[in-house]
């Protein structure tokens, strides 16, 4: 069974600062690994995916890496924001299609002005 | 602009009531998904569907009902045989492998319940 782990739970930054978000997974056999933005309340909203056969993908001031062999991805976060205060989930897209997606509890990242 | 509605936002029931949660899209997407949400936890999947007239279980499918007669709504029904149905619920949706398998899920912005 595949568990996702994200470490820490929370964050604090002052604004300003580069950061780096974990996403752990037990199973390499993975399609995809999905990072995600969820304000309070609100939806997930797609950051940034990454398909297996790739190393990472870049959105802007974000940038995501996977390592399958380690079973573990990243995200960076370049010159935090206020804004970008949020919580942050990894989720991974294993074998048996569409439905075997599992979420990671997420970073709860405060960028403070 | 293409997205995922659901709603309402907030809903309230009293206890031993069915309710039902609505979702649409307009993404042409064929895959659809219902997850919930609770503090400390990771989403789980409660149904999916990926094609119009067909859905599958999740991992915690007992005490909701589901259907799937157009390939825009996938509306989820909580029973009153849902034991603890106080939750943020989630709906998502996917291209199909034919639509292009590495497709990333879209979510809506969830519907709040609460059952006293």
């Known amino acids: 069974k595949q568990e996702v782990t994200q470490i820490p739970a929370a964050l604090s930054v002052p604004e300003g600062e580069n950061l780096v978000l974990n996403c752990s997974f037990t199973d390499s056999a993975i399609y995809n690994l999905q990072w995600f933005r969820q304000d309070p309340g609100k939806g997930l909203t797609s950051l940034l995916l990454i398909q297996s056969s790739q190393r990472e993908q870049t959105s802007g001031r974000l940038n995501a890496s996977l390592d399958k062999s380690s079973g573990r991805s990243t995200l960076y976060i370049a010159a935090s924001q206020p804004g970008d205060s949020a919580t942050y989930l990894c989720a991974v897209q294993g074998s048996g299609g569409y439905q075997k997606v599992t979420f990671g509890t997420g970073t709860k990242l405060q960028v403070i002005p | 602009d293409g997205g995922i509605t659901q709603s309402p936002k907030y809903l309230f029931r009293k206890e031993g009531q069915n309710v039902t949660l609505s979702c649409e899209q307009n993404?042409?997407?064929?895959?659809m998904y219902w997850y919930r949400q609770d503090p400390g936890q990771g989403l789980r999947l409660i149904y999916y569907?990926?094609?119009?007239?067909?859905?599958q279980k999740g991992d915690i499918a007992e005490g909701y009902s589901v259907s799937r007669e157009k390939k825009e709504s996938f509306p989820l029904t909580v029973t009153s045989a849902q034991k603890n149905p106080t939750a943020f619920y989630l709906c998502a949706s996917s291209a199909s492998p034919l639509q292009g398998r590495n497709s990333p899920l879209h979510f809506g912005n969830g519907t709040r319940l609460t059952v006293t």
């Open positions: 993404l042409n997407h064929d895959a």
């Open positions: 569907s990926q094609i119009v007239n067909d859905f």
